[in-house]
């Protein structure tokens, strides 16, 4: 079942709001391509794109972080580099596959990481950053 942003994400800025929207509608493109058969291509394309998005989307949102003081950030970006790295080695294990299939396991790894990194990091670690915003 797709993932639906709902203004309880929101998190009170327009451009992480907006970035937050694109990584979902990636990641419901990700999943949706994995439940279809074949679509290797069209695959690593979209992890092409979601990585990318990805580094600037916490670009964006660590520079808004030291921008509003948020006494977070060290840790948050740490954060965001273990993503990365996790992300990084599930994507280059899909590559190296190449036409092969993926079996379930790294399927189940892959989605659970998308869903895992935005349900518990962006809803509960972004959202500490809402009342730095507010300020």
């Known amino acids: 079942m797709p993932i639906q ?6 998190v009170g800025d327009e451009s992480v709001d ?9 990641i419901n493109k990700v999943e949706l391509i994995l439940t279809a058969a074949g679509g290797h291509i069209e695959l690593e394309a979209t992890l092409d794109e979601l990585g990318a998005y990805t580094h600037a989307h916490f ?4 520079h808004l972080m030291q921008c509003v003081g948020y006494p977070g950030l060290v840790a948050h ?23 092969q299939a993926l079996t379930a396991t790294e399927t189940s790894r892959l989605v659970t990481l998308l869903r ?15 009342a730095f915003l507010k300020k």
């Open 5 to 10: 942003w709902r203004e309880a994400m929101a």
């Open 18 to 26: 907006a970035d937050h929207r694109q990584l979902i509608d990636l």
């Open 59 to 62: 670009e964006r949102e660590e």
């Open 77 to 99: 970006r740490q954060a965001h580099r273990e993503l990365r790295t996790q992300f990084g080695a599930l994507h280059k294990a899909m590559t190296a596959a190449k036409a």
């Open 116 to 130: 895992d990194w935005l349900l518990d990091h962006v809803l509960k670690e972004d959202m500490k950053v809402k």
